[in-house]
């Protein structure tokens, strides 16, 4: 399903971005399917919705909202579905199964995200290697806070990390950048050592984009773990006990993300 010269990208790059991999129909329902998503309320024991750590004159802005997958059939459909797992499948050589699921919603005045890689946000399950589906519903542009890969940085581990997890800005700063000015419909595929980070969102306009990470199929499936222990650690806030400091309790789970 990619070919020799995006196999190559990939093993250089750790990412890869297909543009208009998505077919036009599906992207058409992926925006109505996220508004669908947005509205629904927050309710205690179901999907999980985060807010932006600083909230702006327009009061308080919802950031992200995690575990809609099974609450959702048509996105299941498209990121359990059969043409998704086979591209995962043909870029990893075996299959894959969904660990989690998120949408960063990045309205105007949304933060940004410090260089990080996603891999040290999900140690302790077992897995040691992820890979993420990212679906833009909103254009990514350098003023709205677009995505931005580190080039060629794929062969490095887990790297040298500030106290909080995010890359430690020295070597973040060796790192050449490149912004992933994806669209609608376009499909990238990074995996969780690939360096990256995201600048606040200076638009008027949302940057709405889906990011559902897997893990090898041989790895086991994860996902009720992650939940479970996400869930206790770091919940949505309709969850939250009163006195307790989800900042240090949950660190793991709010790395690198403007989120309270
Ligand atoms: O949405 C973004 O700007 C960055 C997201 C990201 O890196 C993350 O959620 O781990
Ligand atoms: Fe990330």
Redesign the pocket.
Known sequence: MIDVAQRAFFGRNGYLHLPGWIEPEMGNAFAAWTAEIEAWPDTPGRWMRYYEKSAGDAGRMPA?IENFLPYHGGIDGFFSGKRLNQLFESILGEPVVVFKD?I?L?GPGGA??TA?Q?GP?YVGFGVDFFV?AMVPIDPFTPEN???EMAREAVIRDDLPQNPDGTIRDDIAATFDWIPVLAHPGDLIVFDSRVP???GPNRSSGR?R?F?VTYNRLSAGDRRAAYYQRKRELFPPECERQPGVDYARLGAQFN???PFE
């Open positions: 992200r998120k960063n990045k940004g995200f990080h996603d946000a993420t806070g677009c995505l990256h980070r995201s940057r984009s990011y790395l690198a993300n």
